[in-house]
Nanobody, 122 residues
Framework: QVQMVESGGGLVQAGGSLRLSCAASGRTFSSYAMGWFRQAPGKEREFVATINRSGTSTYYSDSVKGRFSISRDNAKNTVYLQMNSLKPEDTAIYYC???????????????WGQGTQVTVSS
């Protein structure tokens, strides 16, 4: 089992940047593909980005492509989400998750963090 804790959320003005971190427990972190999802108030949780086990492949939702960057450090059991050019519509709770394989499908993710709030003011 993998336990994850997100950090780095907060309040930022539109156009600003934040870097989210997700620290995972266990020695099997590198066995999992990792993803970031988000849930805005009154909306369903949606896919944001994913990265494969080795960190050599990434994929983004159209809404964040070109602004967000996912990366991982397997030596530190950590996955990151660098968020630039933030918009008010990026306001949401951001979750990291672990999957057995590289995927954009929420149901394929096995383990989830508790989430971190990101608020972008206009």
């Amino acid at each position: 089992q993998v336990q994850m804790v997100e950090s780095g959320g907060g309040l930022v003005q539109a156009g600003g940047s934040l870097r989210l971190s997700c620290a995972a427990s266990g020695r099997t972190f590198s066995s999992y593909a990792m993803g970031w999802f988000r849930q805005a108030p009154g909306k369903e949780r949606e896919f944001v980005a994913t990265i494969n086990r080795s960190g050599t492949s990434t994929y983004y939702s159209d809404s964040v492509k070109g602004r967000f960057s996912i990366s991982r450090d397997n030596a530190k059991n950590t996955v990151y989400l660098q968020m630039n050019s933030l918009k008010p519509e990026d306001t949401a709770i951001y979750y990291c998750a672990a999957a057995a394989s590289y995927s954009v499908i929420e149901q394929q993710y096995l383990y989830w963090g508790q989430g971190t709030q990101v608020t972008v003011s206009s």
